[in-house]
């Protein structure tokens, strides 16, 4: 597209000062003709640049002036470089944009991002593993989510037609959240083995966020693997290692006067929020349901009968 090489052409010219029309032509793969008349447009649109003839000669902004093609603010391209330069080790393509963008900046804002870009690395590897790979079928996916194209994949057996709203990468673990002739469904991509996008354009929500959406898919999904609850009550000092201990799983009901505090703590089973709890012995009382302080009582007595002696 013309656009696009006219944006190129420019951010060349602000990267090295002065081109000539065959530097151009053969760094953006075009005719040398195609980029004299690309420069000749950018002059008749405004932008100021002219031509130097002569030996050494070329084209070049006038005074050296410089065109911020971003409209990114100081603090915006810092945190957008801060945020897009892990990715770029592993991207070429974000790599490229980067580079691209760093040639739109005005000079003030180069060196910070320039910085930002470097002072992160992002090793989602653990200690004594190897690097995951992101499986191929992402990126079919994320190309259908783009194109806004309905899918027919096979799930567990079955053949689907979904409309795919996004895809959602948690922990290594990918997810394509879609909509369904049943509402919306929540796919594992590991689980999807087969996927052909479709010519039909997709329904889509129009007013649809995907992190909200996502929120909810978690919420939901921890209510049904943890239905059962207990209230306890503790020491108001030792709020934050119980949320630690359970995460999400521990809701703060009450701040009682004595300093305590009563939380609302979740899990599969009794026995699962009793074993979490028994080492806290003294420091916590389980006011109910009866099932957990069951399980502790039991819990007790074989520690006793092992350990009086």
Not at 58 to 73: E, N, P
Request: glycine fraction near 8%; charge should be positive; charged fraction near 30%.
């Amino acid at each position: 597209m013309r656009a696009d090489r006219l944006v190129a052409t420019l951010l060349l010219m602000q990267a090295r000062g002065r081109v000539t029309a065959r530097e151009l032509a053969v760094e953006l793969e075009i005719s040398v003709a195609t980029a004299r008349r690309d420069l000749e447009a950018l002059s008749a649109a405004g932008v100021p640049v002219y031509p130097q003839p002569g030996r050494g000669g070329g084209w070049q902004l006038v005074g050296g002036a410089r065109t911020d093609l971003s409209g990114l603010s100081a603090g915006e391209a810092q945190a957008l470089f801060l945020l897009a330069g892990p990715a770029a080790a592993a991207a070429p393509e974000v790599k490229s944009a980067l580079r691209k963008l760093m040639g739109a900046l005005p000079g003030t804002f180069r060196a910070a991002a320039e910085a930002a870009a470097d002072a992160v690395v992002v090793d989602q590897a653990g200690w004594g593993e190897r690097p995951k790979d992101r499986p191929p079928m992402v990126g079919l996916l994320r190309d259908a989510v783009v194109a806004r194209r309905r899918v027919r994949l096979t799930y567990t057996g079955r053949e689907r037609l979904v409309d795919p709203w996004g895809l959602v990468d948690k922990n290594d673990v990918w997810y394509l959240v879609a909509g369904t002739e049943k509402g919306r469904r929540t796919f594992r991509v590991d689980r999807i083995t087969a996927a052909a996008p479709t010519a039909e354009p997709a329904d889509r929500p129009t007013d649809l966020e995907l992190a909200k959406v996502w929120e909810e898919v978690v919420e939901e999904v921890e209510k049904r693997r943890s239905p059962l609850t207990a209230d306890v009550l503790l020491d108001r000092r030792h709020l934050g290692v119980m949320r630690d201990r359970f995460g999400r799983h521990c809701e703060l009901v009450a701040e009682l006067p004595d300093d305590r505090v009563r939380v609302r703590v979740a899990a599969p089973a009794p026995i699962m929020i009793a074993q979490e709890l028994a080492g806290w012995g003294a420091l916590v009382e389980v006011e109910g349901p009866a099932s957990v302080r069951a399980e502790l009582a039991r819990l007790g007595a074989e520690l006793v009968a092992r350990y009086a002696r």
